[in-house]
């Protein structure tokens, strides 16, 4: 099995920024890792893919030019470092990852194998 722990989630005003990070754990699992967000009554939405292998992202337009993915190979952790926040930003932000194959055009939740548990992110105006 895989074990994906999010943290960094907290309370930020608009315009701040905050970090989150997932380390991933257990059996391997593909390059092939992302973040979702799920506003409340919502299902869960893509924010951002990476390749752990070659590093290639990929955003929604929504997060484009403020949010960015990235990786540590040797910690096996995740981080999506969000700037320029805003109210609609808040939501509960889920880390997962594909258990085979895939690509960094993975956003659809389906697709995804493994998740953590979540972390809330808060954006107050």
């Known amino acids: 099995q895989v074990q994906l722990v999010e943290s960094g989630g907290g309370l930020v005003q608009a315009g701040g920024s905050l970090r989150l990070s997932c380390a991933a754990s257990g059996r391997t699992f593909s390059s092939i890792m992302g973040w979702f967000r799920q506003f409340s009554g919502k299902d869960r939405e893509f924010v951002a893919a990476?390749?752990?292998?070659?590093?290639?992202?990929n955003y929604a337009d929504s997060v484009k030019g403020r949010f960015t993915i990235s990786r540590d190979s040797a910690k096996n952790t995740v981080y999506l470092q969000m700037n320029s926040l805003k109210p609609e930003d808040t939501a509960v932000y889920y880390c997962?990852?594909?258990?085979?194959?895939?690509?960094?055009?993975?956003?659809?939740?389906?697709?995804?194998?493994?998740w953590g548990q979540g972390t809330q992110v808060t954006v107050s105006s």
């Open positions: 997962a990852a594909v258990r085979m194959g895939g690509n960094i055009w993975y956003t659809l939740a389906s697709f995804y194998d493994y």
């Open positions: 990476i390749s752990r292998s070659s590093g290639s992202t």
